[in-house]
């Protein structure tokens, strides 16, 4: 059964730092990994989706990469603002159109 | 973009009552959507999986006749809380998918059992 852990569970920075997240997942054999955001009380927000065959996506400050062999992934902010507190959650497609698993998610909290 | 709805987005009901969530894909037909639950500053748990037409794969631990889905269109599928006591209160979330792309998830429902 898929497992996957994110670690830390919560972190707090001053703006301005750059900062990673981690994100582990048992299987290997895995579809794709998508890193999404959700603030408190809110749906999900897509950031990045990384396909099995790739090593790294970007977007704007975001950068992911995977490592599949070793069942990690990470996803780095670079110049963190205020406005990037929110919990942030890794989520892993065993198959196409399969569901997803996710981790328990780390808190983010930048301070101004 | 494609866009999923949820409604409500909150709903407080009194134990023993039923309440319905409905998702909607606003721009797209969906041919899958799933139901996930979140407790507090906790991960998403898949409920289930309902493919339009079929009847919904539940997955273990989840009791079907308490949380019935229905997916009767390729734009609506619906969670009904039956007989909701306050251990089922939480947050619900729906996503959807067409084939086998990405899936787009909905705001969520906080519901609230008193």
């Known amino acids: 059964k898929q497992e996957v852990t994110q670690i830390p569970a919560a972190l707090s920075v001053p703006e301005g730092e750059n900062l990673v997240l981690n994100c582990s997942f048992t299987?290997?054999?895995?579809?794709?990994l998508q890193w999404f955001r959700q603030d408190p009380g809110k749906g999900l927000t897509s950031l990045l989706l990384?396909?099995?065959?790739?090593r790294e996506q970007t977007s704007g400050r975001l950068n992911a990469s995977l490592d599949k062999s070793s069942g990690r992934s990470t996803l780095y902010i670079a110049a963190s603002q205020p406005g990037d507190s929110a919990t942030y959650l890794c989520?892993?497609?065993?198959?196409?159109?399969?569901?997803?698993?996710f981790g328990e998610g780390t808190q983010l909290t930048v301070n101004p | 973009g494609a866009v999923v709805s949820q409604h409500p987005s909150r709903v407080i009901c009194k134990s023993g009552t039923s309440v319905k969530i409905e998702c909607r894909s606003l721009?797209?037909?969906?041919?899958?959507m799933f139901w996930y639950r979140q407790f507090p500053k906790k991960s998403l748990m898949l409920m289930a999986t309902?493919?339009?037409?079929?009847?919904?794969?539940?997955e273990q631990g989840v009791e079907k006749d308490k949380f019935l889905i229905n997916h009767a269109s390729l734009t609506l599928s619906t969670l009904t809380v039956t007989s909701a006591h306050p251990e089922d209160s939480s947050f619900y979330i729906c996503?959807?998918?067409?084939?086998?792309?990405?899936?787009?998830f909905g705001p969520g429902t906080r519901l609230t059992v008193t």
């Open positions: 309902s493919n339009e037409g079929s009847k919904a794969t539940y």
């Open positions: 990384i396909q099995s065959s790739q």
């Open positions: 721009d797209f037909q969906a041919t899958t």
């Open positions: 989520a892993v497609q065993e198959t196409s159109g399969s569901r997803l698993t």
């Open positions: 996503s959807a998918s067409v084939s086998h792309y990405e899936q787009y």
């Open positions: 299987d290997s054999a895995i579809y794709n």
